[in-house]
C-alpha cells in the first residue's frame, strides 16, 4: 500500500496500518470466498469482515440464533453458525495488563467443574470464527 490508513475504533481511538492482501482466500463449509484483508494490531479478533463485504456475499445475520445465511450471487446457499450458549468469561491478556497497570488486583485461576459428568468430544468445544 502506497499510504497509510488511520482507522478509528468505537473506543476512540486511531490504528494506522499499510498493510492490505488482496483476493484472501477463505473458506466456510468448504466454500472459498475471497476479501481484501488489511492487518491491524488488534488481538482479540482473527478476522472482522465488514458490512459491504457480507453485503456483496449477500449475508443476513440472525444474531438471536448466532447464524449467517449466505445467498451467493451464482445461486449458491450456505450457513455459518457460531458458538450456541457458550459465554466465555475470560478477558484478553491487553485488557488485563491495562487493568493492572491502573492499579487492579489480578488473580490467576485455574477452575476445573467437578460436575462435568463426560468429556468433551470434538464437536462440543466452542470455536470462534
Request: net charge negative.
Given at each position: 500500500?502506497?499510504?497509510?490508513?488511520?482507522?478509528?475504533?468505537?473506543?476512540?481511538?486511531?490504528?494506522?496500518?499499510?498493510?492490505?492482501?488482496?483476493?484472501?482466500?477463505?473458506?466456510?463449509?468448504?466454500i472459498?470466498?475471497?476479501?481484501?484483508?488489511?492487518?491491524?494490531?488488534?488481538?482479540?479478533?482473527?478476522?472482522?469482515?465488514?458490512?459491504?463485504?457480507?453485503?456483496?456475499?449477500?449475508a443476513?445475520?440472525?444474531?438471536?440464533?448466532?447464524?449467517?445465511?449466505?445467498?451467493?450471487?451464482?445461486?449458491?446457499?450456505?450457513?455459518?453458525?457460531?458458538?450456541?450458549?457458550?459465554?466465555?468469561?475470560?478477558?484478553?491478556?491487553?485488557?488485563?495488563?491495562?487493568?493492572?497497570?491502573?492499579?487492579?488486583?489480578?488473580?490467576?485461576?485455574?477452575?476445573?467443574?467437578?460436575?462435568?459428568?463426560?468429556?468433551?468430544?470434538?464437536?462440543?468445544?466452542?470455536?470462534?470464527?
Amino acid at each position: 500500500m502506497s499510504y497509510i490508513l488511520d482507522v478509528s475504533t468505537p473506543t476512540g481511538t486511531s490504528m494506522y496500518t499499510d498493510s492490505i492482501y488482496r483476493s484472501c482466500e477463505m473458506s466456510m463449509v468448504g466454500i472459498p470466498l475471497y476479501a481484501d484483508l488489511i492487518v491491524l494490531p488488534i488481538s482479540d479478533f482473527d478476522v472482522i469482515l465488514g458490512m459491504d463485504w457480507l453485503s456483496a456475499h449477500r449475508a443476513r445475520v440472525d444474531c438471536y440464533n448466532k447464524t449467517v445465511d449466505f445467498c451467493l450471487p451464482d445461486g449458491t446457499t450456505f450457513q455459518f453458525k457460531g458458538d450456541k450458549g457458550f459465554s466465555t468469561p475470560i478477558i484478553s491478556f491487553i485488557r488485563s495488563s491495562r487493568y493492572l497497570e491502573k492499579g487492579c488486583e489480578g488473580y490467576l485461576a485455574y477452575v476445573v467443574d467437578q460436575r462435568k459428568e463426560k468429556d468433551l468430544s470434538l464437536e462440543e468445544i466452542p470455536v470462534v470464527c
